[in-house]
């Protein structure tokens, strides 16, 4: 009997078109969401709305399920479905009917449901070399078959000030496998983020995203060196391929050369000719490996996050390079980055003036000697951007740095800050996720991608960036105080506090404290902590106490504090058009004269 009511119950369900009705509610259901996803942060709204309407359509599922089980459409109109048993006589033929429509239903939502994931997976797509893009997707994507990681090679020598030359071969390999279009190679700041790890292969290939490992040693003794190479499958530890090189160190490029055709060759990667690029190496023209030498210990040292020592005997090694070869133009603009470099990191008032002089001169030996080195380029556009605000020839200068280089993380990460600064994060957001595709693991470029997703008013991909990169470095106090910006957006003024009274006693707890009290109910703890931040750091954070006084809906003040920071040359000018409290403003004249001083396009223009 219960096997009877079964078939009974599901024959009904078939005459009623409930299985139809499931069908078309889930497929509509689901192209809403999709289509939600991408229009609530497109309009800024806030991001509950999506999960508003989840829970909506969720409950309204067993709804349409009732409604569909208890009537019918016939012709006389919307009435209770007859009994089976029932005798109408437009009830076969009214069925038929009724089945065709929800059987177009059904093709017309798979057919939408298509074109709408053909259409987001091209939106998502950035090609090689792009400058602009209209989303930004975080979601993994597959790992190329041709695809490589240069882990930094072992030094054999067992000497640390040595190490400037295992990693400079490294280094090395990973520029000119770059130079493969169809080899995905990841870069130095990721790979070398697994320096003697115990990981699996498998583990180490996932977190970078390639099917391939390169490791090995270095040992340099007199005037020999000695390489050992070996190619791992990432999935399951297995030896590719390995070699054994024995050279004269007065061979050494022609060794270099030799590991590379190797790998290419095993990878059945070929040399295609990119229109508009140009070989890019680290080699002096001249070939003088003493030269090179100085290079790469100058390399090394700007390299190391230890601080401004580190950069000054760097500069002093890039000095050196240049003094045994003048036409090494890589030197040059080694030189002018890192020049620049410490001047905004470490410098201020003439000290740092007198740098980024010292830059501007070397960057233009740099690019007198060699005008297609993406380096040079990419540096001068550095200066352009963070010294003189001259914002459309930093654009220019970006630009031309990705057509020589186009596969290059750093040209494009910072083409996106700039294209942030002029008021497109959304572009910003996609050039930098390029950029992470061949680094990973870049805490700082996370972050980024991050800040250029909250003003956009996705805040919950902006939070599970910010945490990434927190988890990456721990230690960084601008990935914590991106993560409050992300809760003072939500509201969420204690959290946000909380955070704040984490970090350390100095200039960033006193700006995270006074933009975290703004939003909460004391006022008085608002009007302690933002006197403050002025007493201890309007020197120097004249830009941050605008963004406070925006919090405070502060109009007056946050402009005579802006202003502030256009006299002191403050570099958190750049970030005025994509600074989601003082975007509160957008709207106000007076933003749009500021912006217009600044040189940067108002809301409207933008």
């Known amino acids: ?61 067993p709804v349409a399920l009732g409604l569909s089980w208890v009537f019918e459409l016939t012709p006389e109109g919307v009435r209770r479905t007859e009994p089976s048993h029932a005798d109408t006589a437009f009830a076969p033929e009214h069925g038929r009917r009724i089945g065709r429509y929800l059987n177009l239903a059904v093709i017309a939502v798979l057919a939408l449901a298509a074109a709408l994931l053909a259409g987001r997976q091209f ?20 790992i190329p078959d041709k695809s490589i990681a240069v882990l930094p090679l072992a030094n054999e020598n067992g000497d640390k000030r040595e190490r400037y030359f295992s990693d400079g071969l490294s280094e090395d390999l990973i520029t000119a496998l770059s130079q493969f279009g169809e080899l995905k190679v990841i870069s130095r700041n990721s790979s070398f983020q697994f320096r003697d790890s115990h990981e699996t292969s498998e583990s180490i290939g996932r977190k970078l995203g390639v099917g391939r490992l390169l490791e090995g040693s270095v040992r340099r003794a007199g005037d020999t060196v000695r390489i050992t190479v070996q190619m791992v499958d990432a999935a399951d530890g297995s030896i590719v391929w390995s070699q054994h090189y024995d050279r004269p160190y007065n061979a050494l490029f022609e060794l270099q050369d030799d590991i590379t055709t190797a790998v290419a060759k095993v990878l059945k990667a070929r040399l ?31 390299l190391q996050p230890t601080g401004e020592a580190d950069l000054r005997k760097a500069n002093g ?70 010294s003189d605000f001259d914002w459309a020839g930093a654009d220019a200068e970006y630009r031309r740095a990705l057509q ?12 996106g800050a700039l294209r942030a600064t002029l008021g497109h994060p959304e572009q910003a957001a996609a050039l930098t996720w390029q950029a992470l595709s061949s680094d990973p693991r870049h805490a700082s470029w996370i972050n980024w991608c991050s800040i250029y997703l909250s003003v956009m008013g996705r805040l919950d991909e902006a939070e599970q ?28 003024a204690p959290a946000a506090a909380g955070l704040a009274q984490k970090l350390p006693p100095g200039a960033w707890r006193d700006v995270a404290l006074a933009l975290a009290y703004q939003i909460g109910a004391d006022r008085d703890a608002a009007d302690a902590a933002l006197k403050i931040l002025i007493d201890n750091d309007a020197a120097t954070n004249a830009y941050q106490i605008a963004e406070v006084y925006a919090l405070r809906n502060d109009a007056v003040r946050m402009f005579v504090w802006l202003n502030h ?31 217009r001083k600044v040189g940067l396009p108002a809301p409207k223009q933008a």
Request: net charge positive; hydrophobic share 55%; with cysteine.
């Open 465 to 492: 960036l910010a945490r990434r990169a927190i988890a990456l470095e721990p230690g960084s106090f601008s990935y914590q105080l991106q993560l409050e910006t992300i809760l003072i957006l939500r509201g969420n």
């Open 272 to 302: 295609v000719a990119i229109p508009r690029a140009a070989v890019q190496t680290d080699r002096p023209p001249s070939g003088d490996l003493q030269a090179y030498t100085a290079y790469l210990r100058g390399n090394f040292l700007a």
């Open 1 to 61: 009997m219960g096997v009877v009511s079964a078939i009974f119950f599901f024959g009904e369900l078939r005459r009623r078109h409930v299985y139809r009705v499931a069908v078309v509610y889930a497929g509509a259901a689901w192209l809403l969401l999709q289509l939600g996803s991408i229009l609530v942060p497109a309009f800024g709204a806030p991001d509950w709305l999506i999960r508003t309407l989840f829970w909506l359509l969720l409950i309204g599922f």
């Open 317 to 386: 090694f890039f000095k050196e390079a240049i003094r045994i070869d003048p036409h090494y133009a890589l030197a040059y603009a080694a030189l002018a980055e890192n020049l620049a470099a410490l001047a905004a990191r470490y410098l201020g008032g003439a000290d740092a003036e007198a740098a980024n002089v010292e830059a501007r001169v070397a960057v233009t030996a740099a690019l007198a000697l060699n005008p297609d080195l993406a380096a040079a380029h990419r540096a001068r556009g550095w200066l352009l951007f963070i």
């Open 123 to 142: 939106l998502f797509q950035v090609a090689p070399g792009a400058t602009a893009a209209d989303t930004v997707t975080v979601v993994p994507t597959a």
């Open 404 to 415: 020589l280089a186009p596969h290059n993380g750093e040209t494009q990460h910072l083409l």
């Open 565 to 595: 920071a256009w006299a002191g040359h403050d570099p958190g000018i750049i970030n005025l058009r994509y600074d989601a409290f003082l975007l509160r403003y957008r709207h106000d004249p007076r933003f749009a004269a500021f912006c």
